[in-house]
């Protein structure tokens, strides 16, 4: 083995092997050969006027994409850029629209739960930039976007460039779906009296049960019966995901905020109200069984603790939806 520093020029010996030289090159063309030989952008026809949101993508890193509700028309563009001397050779290209739902603990396995196709080109071959319109109209997108601890629900444009001896060429593109309600008719409030016999008897009241996301949640804690040492008392957000079915069944509970309520022993008639603003929490919309796979519910949980430190909670589940802010007519 002859040592080489950068700039140096090959030894008389290794220069003149031509059975190393020829593996320098297979080496090379091994390394290239993984190389896509073509560039694919897909972009969106008013992508400068949508609106972006931040997703995170599997590296972990966030990423800004335009944002669409159910209904919508998606479309814009596909280009294809071959490289610089190359020419492709292809079986079609095509354009899928997809909505997918992976569960973590089946990695890999995406479950489709909407696609759309449109053929963008016959058979033939590419050997300068050619960009393609599409269009997909009126789309039911009827799940949000979801990324969870143990499940993701995405959208997706793809990008499909078949070929025949060599693997198809594919290019990916996410988009978000945020789906709005108007606010309901009908939002009862909470109102529980709970405790411990003889030791502990409040009522709690809500002001409603169903709240949008930038909504503040008003209410009291009323003291009717206290015979135990109360240190403190606080109010948590929780949200419980569920994913799977039967003995595959997946429960992972996140509290998403904890805002104290009261700090000190409260005495018999006093009232505590609850004022607690959403709009600082990442929550989202409930999802009651989402295509038979996963499910989102909320929780209040509201929770004392007693000089001895034992603790005791009372949770309560409320319903959250993405408020249509957009005008209504009158």
């Known amino acids: ?21 020829s593996a320098l090159f297979s080496q090379n063309y091994i390394i290239g050969a ?30 800004m994409v335009p944002a669409f509700q159910s209904l919508e028309t998606i479309a814009g563009e596909v280009s294809i850029a071959p490289v610089p001397g190359k020419r492709i050779e292809h079986m079609g290209v095509k354009i899928e629209l997809l909505g997918q739902i992976e569960l973590y603990f089946d990695r890999g396995n995406f479950y489709d739960f909407t696609s759309l196709v449109r053929e963008l080109d016959v058979p033939g071959e590419i050997y300068e930039r050619k960009t393609y319109p599409f269009e997909f109209s009126t ?16 959208y997706i444009l793809k990008v499909t460039i078949g070929r025949n001896y060599v693997g198809n060429i594919v290019e990916s593109r996410d988009f978000c779906v945020r789906n709005y309600s108007p606010l309901p008719s009908i939002n009862n409030s909470i109102k529980m009296e709970v405790g411990i016999e003889d030791c502990l008897h409040i009522e709690f009241e809500y002001s409603k049960s169903k709240y949008h996301l930038k909504d503040v949640i008003v209410g009291k804690i009323y003291f009717l019966l206290v015979r135990i040492k109360i240190k403190n008392m606080e109010l948590e957000i929780r949200r419980r995901e569920s994913t799977g079915s039967g003995p595959n ?28 603003f959403l709009t600082p929490y990442e929550l989202t919309p409930t999802y ?11 929780y209040l949980n509201l929770v004392l603790v007693d000089e001895e430190d034992r603790r005791y909670f009372k949770q309560q589940e409320i319903n959250m939806f993405r408020l249509d802010e957009t005008p209504q007519p009158s």
């Open 249 to 276: 069944t997946y429960v992972e509970t996140e509290t998403l905020a904890k805002f104290e309520l009261m700090d000190g022993a409260p005495v018999r008639g006093e009232s505590i109200p609850v004022r607690l």
């Open 1 to 21: 083995f002859v040592p080489l520093r950068i700039g140096a020029s090959l030894p008389p010996e290794i220069a003149l092997d031509p059975t190393l030289i």
């Open 288 to 298: 009651r069984n989402i295509n038979n796979k996963f499910s989102v519910k909320y």
């Open 34 to 63: 993984f190389k896509p030989p073509c560039d694919i952008f897909v972009t969106f026809s008013d992508e400068r006027s949508r609106k972006q949101v931040a997703v995170k993508k599997d590296n972990g890193k966030t990423t």
């Open 139 to 154: 789309v039911e997108m009827p799940y949000e976007s979801y990324n969870g601890t143990n499940v993701r629900l995405r």
